[in-house]
C-alpha cells in the first residue's frame, strides 16, 4: 500500500491564484483530515470527511473548501490564496484498524508559498 | 476534549531511554491518550496509545498513573533518528475522532 499521497510536493502561489492539492489513500479508510502547519506551530485541523459525500469544518476552514465524491480522494481547494495561507498542509485518513483501533496516517505534506 | 501539558524541550543520550511527561489533569473517564511524533518535515506518525492500563508495543511504552491525569511515554533505547516533537493528545475514541495538536515536546537525542 501507499497510505496517503499527496500532490503537488512543493508550490508557489501569486497573491489571488487558486490551487487545488490533492490528496489520495488506498486504505479504505473512511475518513480524511486537512491539516495545517504554520513554521513551529502543532497542526491545524482545517475540513474532515466522515465518508463520501460528508464533509465538516474544523478549527481553521476560512479560504478552503473541500469535496469527497471517493473513498479515495480528498482534494482541498484555495480559491484566493492570500499571504497567510502560506504554510505545509498535510492531509491524513483513519479507519478502523486491526486492534480496534483509529489512529491516523498522515501523508508527507504540500509546502505551499504565497506571494 | 481534554488539555494536556508537556515541556517544550528535552534532550537525551543516545542509547538511553527517553521518558516524556505530560499532564491531562482535566481528563474524563472516556478520553484516550494518544502519542503522534513529527519527525522533521515528515507527517505526525502514530506512537501508541491507551486508556488506564500501561501499554507497549515495537516503538515505545506508555505508562498512565492510576488517577490518569499524567501520562509518560518511554522510547527504552534513544536513537539519533528519534529525534522530533511528541505530541500527547487526549480524545474520545471514536471512529473520525479529530486530533488537536498542541506544542508538543521537541526531543532531541543526542550522541
Known amino acids: ?115 | 476534549d481534554a488539555k494536556t501539558t508537556q515541556p517544550p524541550s528535552m534532550d537525551c543520550a543516545e542509547g538511553r531511554a527517553a521518558n516524556l511527561p505530560c499532564n491531562h489533569s482535566t481528563i474524563s473517564g472516556n478520553e484516550y491518550v494518544y502519542w503522534y511524533r513529527q519527525i522533521h518535515s515528515q507527517g505526525p506518525q502514530y506512537i501508541i496509545h491507551g486508556l488506564k492500563n500501561n501499554e507497549t508495543n515495537e516503538m515505545a511504552s506508555l505508562i498512565i498513573t492510576e488517577d490518569r491525569k499524567s501520562s509518560t511515554l518511554i522510547l527504552p533505547h534513544a536513537t539519533l533518528r528519534d529525534t522530533a516533537v511528541y505530541y500527547c493528545i487526549v480524545i474520545i475514541e471514536t471512529s473520525g475522532s479529530r486530533l488537536t495538536f498542541g506544542e508538543g515536546t521537541q526531543l532531541t537525542v543526542n550522541p
Open chain 1, 1 to 115: 500500500n501507499a497510505g496517503v499521497t499527496q500532490t503537488p510536493k512543493f508550490r508557489i502561489l501569486k497573491i489571488g491564484q487558486s490551487m487545488t492539492l490533492q490528496c489520495t489513500q488506498d486504505m479504505n479508510h473512511n475518513y480524511m483530515y486537512w491539516y495545517r502547519q504554520d513554521p513551529g506551530m502543532g497542526l491545524k485541523l482545517i475540513y474532515y470527511s466522515v465518508g463520501a459525500g460528508i464533509t465538516d469544518k474544523g478549527e481553521v476552514p476560512n479560504g478552503y473548501n473541500v469535496s469527497r465524491s471517493t473513498t479515495e480522494d480528498f482534494p482541498l481547494r484555495l480559491e484566493l490564496a492570500a499571504p497567510s495561507q502560506t504554510s505545509v498542509y498535510f492531509c491524513a485518513s483513519s479507519g478502523l484498524g486491526a486492534g480496534g483501533t483509529y489512529e491516523q496516517y498522515f501523508g508527507p505534506g504540500t509546502r505551499l508559498t504565497v506571494t
